[in-house]
T-cell receptor, first 116, second 115 residues
């Protein structure tokens, strides 16, 4: 199973872009990269996911390197409410058919602090 | 939509007591799971279920039992609580059959203290 490495903490100024890196050097060809975040005392929240192409949604952008060994989550205009722990996850294969995102394994993530 | 609902929000137990953490979802999701979160440890998978009548162990299953008699509910049982089970417990669900990349939806957690 591919594992991920993230810095334990980062700071960002309000209104600036926050770029959160993740290394997943052992990722296999069919594994996706997922990002979740957890605001204090709440359950984790899905942000975005991707396989090999860059992805964008209303929350963030995901940039995956060509060799897929690393990725960057970009919050284009960080706000104070974006202060949270951000988790980069590589989806583990499942022994059941019909879907393989069952056993998401969360590491320790990156604590992003957005400062005024 | 209620989404994923966990009860209770807080619980204090004495060592050796038993209890059940409740989790219900109203999204007709096939997959449900339980995680525990301890300071500095991230989230660790306890048990999961891919459908009614099917359960399997995650990373840290010891001391916990689960069952899945309906699609909506996935209770987590502590048969004999220990201080090491003091943690925040999260339930999550998703629907892989609606798309292989269907994300996990989490509840807001149950904060359990065992004294």
């Amino acid at each position: 199973d591919a594992k991920t490495t993230q810095p334990p903490s980062m700071d960002c100024a309000e209104g600036r872009a926050a770029n959160l890196p993740c290394n997943h050097s052992t990722i296999s060809g069919n594994e996706y990269v997922y990002w979740y975040r957890q605001i204090h005392s709440q359950g984790p929240q899905y942000i975005i996911h991707g396989l090999k192409n860059n992805e964008t949604n209303e929350m963030a952008s995901l940039i995956i390197t060509e060799d897929r060994k690393s990725s960057t989550l970009i919050l284009p205009h960080a706000t104070l409410r974006d202060t949270a722990v951000y988790y980069c996850i590589v989806r583990l294969p499942s022994r059941y058919s019909g879907g393989s995102n069952y056993k998401l394994t969360f590491g320790k993530g990156t604590l992003l602090t957005v400062n005024p | 939509n209620a989404g994923v609902t966990q009860t209770p929000k807080f619980q204090v137990l004495k060592t050796g007591q038993s209890m059940t953490l409740q989790c219900a979802q109203d999204m007709n999701h096939e997959y449900m799971s339980w995680y525990r979160q301890d300071p500095g440890m991230g989230l660790r998978l306890i048990h999961y279920s891919v459908g009614a009548g099917i359960t399997d162990q995650g990373e840290v299953p010891n001391g916990y039992n689960v069952s899945r008699s309906t699609t909506e509910d996935f209770p987590l049982r502590l048969l004999s609580a220990a201080p090491s089970q003091t943690s925040v417990y999260f339930c999550a669900s998703s629907s892989p059959q609606r798309g292989e990349n269907s994300p996990l939806h989490f509840g807001n957690g149950t904060r359990l203290t065992v004294t």
